[in-house]
């Protein structure tokens, strides 16, 4: 089968189109998928990177979406999943035609749910759901900072705090991103080229600082981020697209007693049902039109070393995309 290989880490010109990988097959806890789309995650440059460990070679991606074609013989029947089910999975090795994944990691989507928006949300989605409902659970009336607004993960979150009540700011960098977060629903849009990110939210909250503060910006924000944080709030840092955060000081926290929480999808979602709690909630809130996926670029097998460099270059809104075949 057609596979993306990360070999060895580097830039993105490490990564391998192979046309004879083996194909995979369904061991007796497991499913075969063939897959129709990979959603694009700043995962995979972490992984291509090194920054996140990996057993190389291995096969790239981590979420896609596509159909079972064999189901293992020890599946439990209670899973529901048949042969022809349109499914999504949080897995390694998405960059392929073909992917053999724990069944306990398989969500069937509702017919209402195109497969191409189950693999848009598995990792992004899920992420944004877990971040606004198990790291901070977003109440009505709250104020939340949610930076990378007009971005993959941060576009579904300004959806959901808005969705649970909340009054949204969002950051861009740029005046066409601000539109795209005011899109979603944000309240207000700070553009940190050309304002100052601190001082705008605490005219916005009135010298409070935010309930909570989302974040995946990592080392470049950090400092702000946790000074936009009010006294007894919440600091969400959930990622690095800028940096890893490093030599952060525990005492800093007791200045406002903020709670920081530096979360995992994986870790919210380990046990079949946490995952099949939040897989559901998130794809209902799809089938009812409350949440929807903010396309960006859609790219194919051979284009992936591209849409990792534009994702981690800032050049993108929304979800990046790649058709598999
Ligand atoms: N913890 C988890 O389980 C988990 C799961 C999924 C994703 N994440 C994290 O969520 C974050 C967002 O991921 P995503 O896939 O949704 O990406 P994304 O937000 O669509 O793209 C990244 C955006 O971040 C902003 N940014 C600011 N400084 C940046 C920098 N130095 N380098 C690159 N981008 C920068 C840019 O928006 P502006 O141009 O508007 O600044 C850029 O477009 C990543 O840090 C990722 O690791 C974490």
């Not at 900072?145 to 979150?157: C, D, K, V, W, Y």
């Not at 916005?204 to 080392?219: D, P």
Request: hydrophobic share 40%; glycine share 12%; aromatic share 6%.
């Amino acid at each position: 089968m057609r596979a993306v290989i990360i070999p060895e880490t580097g830039d993105s010109k490490v990564l391998r189109l192979s046309d004879n990988t083996p194909k995979p097959a369904a061991g007796p806890t497991e499913v075969l998928v063939k897959l129709e789309y990979a959603g694009v995650n700043f995962i995979d440059v972490y992984q291509r990177t090194g920054l996140y460990k990996l057993e190389l070679p291995v096969i790239a991606g981590r979420e896609g979406a596509g159909r079972i074609e064999e189901i293992g013989s020890d599946v439990p029947a209670e899973y529901d999943l048949h042969v022809g089910d349109a499914v999504a999975v949080f897995a390694q090795g998405a960059y392929a035609e073909y992917i053999a994944v724990a069944a306990s990691g398989v969500m069937k989507l509702p017919p209402n749910v195109p497969v191409k928006d189950g693999a848009a949300l598995m990792l992004q989605g899920l992420t944004a759901w877990t971040m606004v409902k198990d790291a901070h659970e977003v109440k009505p009336g709250e104020q939340i900072l949610i930076q990378a607004a007009a971005g993959g993960t941060g576009g579904l979150l300004v959806q959901m705090a808005k969705h649970l009540g909340a009054t949204v700011i969002g950051t861009v960098s740029s005046e066409e991103k601000a539109a795209v977060a005011f899109g979603h629903g944000a309240d207000y849009v700070i553009n940190y080229t050309q304002s100052n990110v601190l001082e705008e939210v605490m005219k916005i909250t009135n010298g409070a600082g935010c309930h909570a503060v989302l974040s995946g910006i990592g080392k470049a924000t950090f400092a702000d981020d946790l000074a936009c944080t009010r006294r007894k709030g919440t600091f969400v840092t959930y990622g690095n697209s800028s940096g890893a955060v490093e030599g952060f000081r525990p005492l800093e926290l007791s200045k406002k007693n903020v709670k920081l929480v530096r979360p995992t999808l994986g870790n919210y979602i380990t046990e079949r049902e946490e995952f099949v709690t939040r897989s559901q909630e998130m794809l209902d809130l799809v089938s009812r039109g409350i949440l929807k996926v903010a396309y960006g670029k859609e790219y194919d097998m051979n284009s992936i070393g591209r849409a990792q460099d534009d994702l981690a270059g800032k050049q993108t809104t929304g979800k990046l995309i790649v058709k598999i075949q």
